[in-house]
Antibody
Framework: EVQLLESGGGLVQPGGSLRLSCKVS????????MTWVRQAPGKGLEWVSA????????YYADSVKGRFTISRDNSKNTLYLQMNSLRAEDTAVYYC??????????????WGQGSLVTVSS | QSVLTQPPSVSGAPGQRVTISCTGS?????????VHWYQQLPGTAPKLLIY???NRPSGVPDRFSGSKSGTSASLAITGLQAEDEADYYC???????????FGGGTKLTVL
């Protein structure tokens, strides 16, 4: 059974940092790209970032480029999102999701339960 | 303003057929990139409904179908059921942005 479990969310002040983790099981982790998608309260889905299966290529939405860093540790079956210089508009539920392919972002067939990040003073 | 445009809402009576459109541009759908569809029930994570324009993952009823033409795609739901009431999102890849993009979402109401 495929499982994705996010952790690391919480309340942070504007300008602060937070690191999200996504521990996965039930599939061969390094064979698939992984992605982060966020959803602000009452809003739609926003793709944030992706990393290829081997971790060699990364992709970012313009809204987070230069502030967020995606990475993965294939030996630990874990995906990360390092979020720096956080802003109020980064407040959202962050989902990690498994891609159907190994390369650039394609489609996302399994999702975690989500981790709430609140940026507020 | 989302890169992919969806109607904010659609509605239909039980048993009816509804369609949800997703309009893109020459850098995403029109460039030949596949379109995928997700269903999000209230308070839950999104679920993949259609991938590669027309394909259903196992377990998705054949009441759900997808199509693509030019710079647009559509999701059709036949035999509407109360449990289909949810938000639906289209998604694709955009070469100008070098990343994935979602539509703004469509709320389906079953009357």
């Amino acid at each position: 059974e495929v499982q994705l479990l996010e952790s690391g969310g919480g309340l942070v002040q504007p300008g602060g940092s937070l690191r999200l983790s996504c521990k996965v099981s039930g599939f061969t982790f390094n064979n698939y790209a992984m992605t982060w998608v966020r959803q602000a309260p009452g809003k739609g889905l926003e793709w944030v970032s992706a990393v290829t299966g081997g971790g060699y290529s990364t992709y970012y939405a313009d809204s987070v480029k230069g502030r967020f860093t995606i990475s993965r540790d294939n030996s630990k079956n874990t995906l990360y999102l390092q979020m720096n210089s956080l802003r109020a508009e980064d407040t959202a539920v962050y989902y990690c999701a498994k891609d159907r392919r190994e390369g650039r972002p394609y489609s996302f067939d399994y999702w975690g339960q989500g981790s709430l990040v609140t940026v507020s003073s | 303003q989302s890169v992919l445009t969806q109607p904010p809402s659609v509605s239909g009576a039980p048993g009816q057929r509804v369609t949800i459109s997703c309009t893109g541009s020459s850098s995403n759908i029109g460039a030949g990139y596949d379109v995928h569809w997700y269903q999000q029930l209230p308070g839950t994570a999104p679920k993949l409904l259609i991938y590669g324009n027309i394909n259903r993952p196992s377990g998705v009823p054949d009441r759900f179908s997808g199509s693509k033409s030019g710079t647009s795609a559509s999701l059709a739901i036949t035999g509407l059921q109360a449990e289909d009431e949810a938000d639906y999102y289209c998604q694709s890849y955009d070469s100008s942005l070098s990343g994935s993009v979602f539509g703004g979402g469509t709320k389906l109401t079953v009357l």
